[in-house]
């Protein structure tokens, strides 16, 4: 089937809750990595779908600010999540609508695309995601004709979502190779656990194998050095590296069962660490607790694709990768050193020019402090 046949979505994400847990502060305005928490919902829905729509029953005026259709439910006192699916519904002028919680800024960029394959292959109503363990409700894909159905269900004092799927054959729509894309922030320590905590400006340079990410940043190195920034690099390395080698002290006593060693000279001081236990990869923050901060103006970042922050893509089409900005919102320009085709506006650089991409970075560090 081609996509030009596919049935029409309106993304809603739904803000119009109280937010007990979060103080009662309107969740979708709370601020997550520098930007309202509905903004990372926004950057992560909107590219899926052909209409967006908010829910909010507060704040409405700086909700409309983002630019997209802001409806209210049409019942009153917090009625949950299904009134404003209901009231998304009446707004749309699509087949269907995607909904998503504000809360949510890790939501899956293949949302619609594995939602609505799976209702079309399986012919049923309703899609619901799941994580491999429990559905996510929140997360569905409704047909928009079931809006007179809902307003009955919802007259008649119902407010489970569970209690009115069941009523519908329901697609479970697998999610559980992206556990992540669920987290929800409900309480105040959700922020600061999910959050890459950075008191810096922090950019990362993102790209596939071959690229030239660290001949790039070997340019580019000096030049920053020369507007006076002070930056430390970050690099994740997806294979088994040692600084160390055989027979040297630091390598024996490391082997011999010390946890952490730090070898210091005049012109150079090294940390090794052993991980407590055995993971799968390192994170962000680790590396970031380790810097000394008063000693520097920027973070640059080589790796860490999937973790939340700010990127500049590196992109040669002539290697045959595809486009990472297309499908990642964290992206906020692209170097590259050929035409490309962007499904939204964004800095595109000459890969070639490191005196310009030199320049982005300086105003990118200017801004975020």
């Known amino acids: 089937m081609l996509m030009a046949s596919y049935p029409t979505v309106s993304g809603v994400i739904l803000a119009g809750g109280l937010a007990r847990r979060m103080g009662g502060e309107d969740k979708g305005l709370v601020n997550f990595q520098g930007q309202p928490l509905i903004k990372h919902a926004i950057n992560r829905l909107y590219p899926q779908v052909d209409h967006l729509i908010i829910n909010a029953n507060r704040n409405i005026d700086r ?15 917090f009625q949950g999540p299904l009134a404003g699916m209901l009231s998304g ?13 504000c809360d949510g800024p890790l939501l899956s960029n293949k949302l619609r695309q594995r939602m609505m394959e799976t209702l079309l292959v399986t012919g049923k109503t309703i899609a619901v995601a799941t994580d491999g363990e429990r559905l996510q409700p929140v997360y569905s894909l409704m047909p928009c004709h079931l809006q007179d159905a809902l307003n009955d269900f919802l007259l008649s004092g119902e407010r489970k979502i569970d209690s009115f ?15 992540d894309c669920f987290v929800n922030l409900n309480h105040p ?7 890459v905590a950075c008191p810096l400006p922090m950019l990362g340079i993102t790209a ?13 190195l ?25 027979g040297k ?9 010390a946890s952490q060693v730090v070898v210091a000279s005049k012109n150079l001081l090294a940390l090794m660490q052993k991980p407590l236990a055995e993971r799968d990869e390192p994170q962000l923050y680790e590396c970031l ?6 000693a520097l103006d920027l973070v640059l970042v080589e790796g860490f694709k999937q973790t939340t922050f700010p990127k500049l893509e590196l992109h040669r089409p002539s290697i045959g990768k595809p486009l990472l900005a297309n499908d990642d919102p964290q992206i906020i320009a692209v170097a590259t050193d050929a035409y490309i085709a962007l499904n939204r506006e964004l800095p595109v650089l000459n890969l070639n020019d490191i005196g310009k991409i030199a320049e982005f970075i300086e105003e990118f560090c200017q801004k975020a402090k």
């Open 289 to 294: 607790a380790r810097l000394d901060y008063e």
């Open 249 to 257: 002290d630091s390598y024996e006593i490391r082997e011999a069962g």
């Open 63 to 77: 909700y409309q600010q983002f630019g997209y259709t802001v409806v209210s439910d049409t019942l009153d006192n």
């Open 165 to 179: 799927f069941a009523k519908y054959p329901v697609a479970e729509v697998d999610f559980s190779d992206e556990p």
């Open 189 to 195: 320590e959700d922020l600061a656990a999910l959050s």
């Open 208 to 220: 596939f194998s071959g690229t030239g990410k660290t001949t790039l940043l070997t340019q580019l």
């Open 222 to 246: 000096p030049m920053l050095r020369s507007k006076g920034l002070r930056i430390a690099v970050i690099k994740h390395a997806h294979h088994r590296f040692d600084i160390d080698k055989p």
């Open 89 to 101: 519904m009446r707004h749309a002028k699509t087949d269907y609508i995607l909904t998503a919680p």
